[in-house]
């Protein structure tokens, strides 16, 4: 599992915007976004800089991969 930063999401909204955003670029990937925590977890072989447009475009700040 690959957990992204994220900064910008302020409710589930705006989680749901990035989930559906990142669904678009990786379909069928299990993703799971927490607002609270400024993450998302997604499961499989991201292609990180797809993902990161994906963040973007839905006007969030992608700040790249969380420590593991």
């Known amino acids: 599992m690959t957990t992204y930063k994220i900064e910008g999401m302020t409710c589930n909204g705006c989680?749901?915007?990035v989930g559906k955003?990142?669904?678009?670029?990786v379909p069928g990937a299990k993703v799971a976004v927490d607002h609270k925590a400024g993450t998302a977890k997604l499961e499989?072989?991201?292609d990180?800089?797809?993902?990161?447009?994906?963040?973007?475009?839905a006007g969030f700040a992608f700040k790249g991969r969380a420590a593991d």
């Open 21 to 25: 955003a990142i669904q678009r670029v």
């Open 15 to 17: 989680a749901s915007a």
């Open 48 to 57: 990180d800089a797809a993902i990161a447009r994906a963040i973007e475009d």
């Open 44 to 46: 499989g072989a991201p």
